[in-house]
Each structure stands twice: as C-alpha cells, then as structure tokens.
C-alpha cells in the first residue's frame, strides 16, 4: 500500500497535531516571558524597598543622634545657668562622649542621605568646607560646631558673675536656640524627601 505524505502533511488530523505543538510551544514561550518580567518586577520592588527602608533607618538615626547631641548640650547650658559648676563639668563629659559618638558617624550618615535622598540635603547636614570656615557655614554640624565653642565660653567664665559671663550666656543661649531650630526644619526636610520618594515608589509600583 502506497503512502501519500502530500496526504499525511494535509490531513486535518495532522494539522490539529501541529496545532497542539505550536500552541504548546508559543504557550511555554509566553508563559516564561511572562514569568520573566515578574521577576523583574520582584528583584526591582525588593531592591527599592530595601533602600526605602536603608534610609529611613539612616535617617532616624542621624535625626536621633542629633538630638541626643542637642539635649547634652542644654544641660550642661541649664547647669551653668544655675551655677552648679560641678554638675556642669560632669555634663560637659558627658557631652563630649557624645560629641565623639556625632564627629565619628557624621560623614557616613552624609553619603547615604546623598545617595538614598538627595544631594542638597547632604550638605544641609554636613558642607565639604565645614572644617575650615565652619563659622560662616550654615550645615547642622557647622551649627553644633558654634554651639559647642559658645558652650565653652560660657564654661570658662562659669565661676564669674561678670558681664563676660553674661555675654557668654546670652551667645550660648542664642546658638542653641537657632541650633534647636535647624534641628526641626532639618528633620521636616529629610521626611518630606523621604516621603515624596516613598509615594512616587507605590505609584510607580501599581502602575506596573
């Protein structure tokens, strides 16, 4: 009995085998591709919340230390203030252990603002130049930088009851009190950012 593969190749019942194939084939096919781009999707969102959450965690921290810093500072001032000289070289210690905990994590905390939030509020926190003209720098750091100098006027003349002590005072006072506000705009500043990247994130991810 003779074979006709013309026949065979046109048969219906080939073609719906064939057709099977192919749509299995272009099934599989799609299938990985759309499996593909969800990955994407995946790797994508877990590596931008992990830089969300980096930076929140650096951001508390700073704003943390910042404070803690501050508070240091306004007791060694509120001891001097009452004459407690003794209680105020034991705060100003403390104050120092502080300092150091600041002048150490300072420039570390600087590059992940600039890298995870923007570059503008790294140098609000610490300017490249503050070292050498700190006085006319107006970076959170360059403004504990003043305050602390002001703090250890007042400290020298802690024993007096003379107007340079007065003025002393009345200059640590001053500092600290526009030192307490960088402190709050800085903070207000560094949510805002994080924020706005937070929400374009979510936007970004439902519309994927």
């Known amino acids: 009995m003779k074979i006709n593969i013309n026949n065979i190749l046109n048969s219906k019942f080939t073609l719906l085998i064939a057709g099977f194939i192919l749509t299995g084939i272009v099934g599989s096919f799609l299938n990985y591709q759309f499996q593909k781009e969800a990955w994407k999707r995946q790797a994508h969102y877990e590596v931008v ?37 003794e209680e105020a070289k034991r705060r100003w210690e403390e104050y120092n ?14 590059s992940k603002i600039k890298v995870f939030l923007s570059p503008e509020l790294s140098y609000e926190l610490l300017d490249k130049d503050d070292a050498r003209n700190y006085k006319n720098k107006e970076s959170l750091h360059a403004l504990f930088v003043v305050a602390h100098y002001q703090l250890k006027e007042f400290m020298k003349y802690s024993d007096s009851n ?14 600290l009190s526009e030192l307490g506000k960088h402190i709050g705009d800085f903070s207000e500043r560094c949510y805002t950012v994080y924020l706005n990247k937070y929400f374009c994130f979510e936007k970004e991810l439902g519309n994927k």
């Open 97 to 110: 252990s502080v300092r150091d905990e600041w002048s150490i994590m300072v420039s570390n905390f600087r």
């Open 162 to 175: 003379s107007q340079q002590r007065r003025k002393a005072e009345l200059e640590a006072l001053d500092t």
């Open 49 to 85: 919340k992990r830089q969300l959450d980096q930076t929140q965690e650096a951001v508390e921290k700073i704003l943390l230390l910042a404070n803690k810093r501050f508070y240091a500072m306004q007791k060694v001032f509120w001891s001097l203030e009452g004459f407690k000289i």
